[in-house]
């Protein structure tokens, strides 16, 4: 079963940096997408952005131009740089990967909280 293990959340004044970091392990194949997501309470899960293998990538609105997702294929390792951070990015950030044997996984999640 592979594991998702993210890092990097915390707390950020609004302005500030923060980068995720998310580890893949126990894959059985290829991983041909990676994603971060969001949540917050009472709201639906949200795409903040993705990558496949061949470098395509993908932003939810309005975050391409603060948000920058890079992934590292040998190490199975995808990453969200995030500046000018503002509250409204407050949320629970999760990895997510597709593997090429169609395996969908998510991980634990990582609370990014921005004060005003």
């Known amino acids: 079963q592979v594991q998702l293990v993210e890092s990097g959340g915390g707390l950020v004044q609004a302005g500030g940096s923060r980068r995720l970091s998310c580890l893949a392990s126990?894959?059985?194949?290829?991983?041909?997408?990676m994603g971060w997501f969001r949540q917050t309470p009472g709201k639906m899960r949200t795409l903040v952005a993705a990558?496949?293998?061949?470098?395509?990538?993908n932003y939810g609105d309005s975050l391409e131009g603060r948000f920058t997702i890079s992934a590292d294929s040998a190490k199975n390792a995808v990453y969200l740089q995030m500046n000018d951070l503002r509250p409204e990015d407050t949320a629970v950030y999760y990895c997510?990967?597709?593997?090429?044997?169609?395996?969908?996984?998510w991980g634990q999640g990582t609370q990014v909280t921005v004060s005003s």
């Open positions: 126990r894959t059985r194949s290829r991983l041909v997408y």
């Open positions: 990558i496949t293998d061949s470098g395509a990538t």
């Open positions: 997510h990967t597709l593997g090429s044997d169609g395996t969908k996984t």
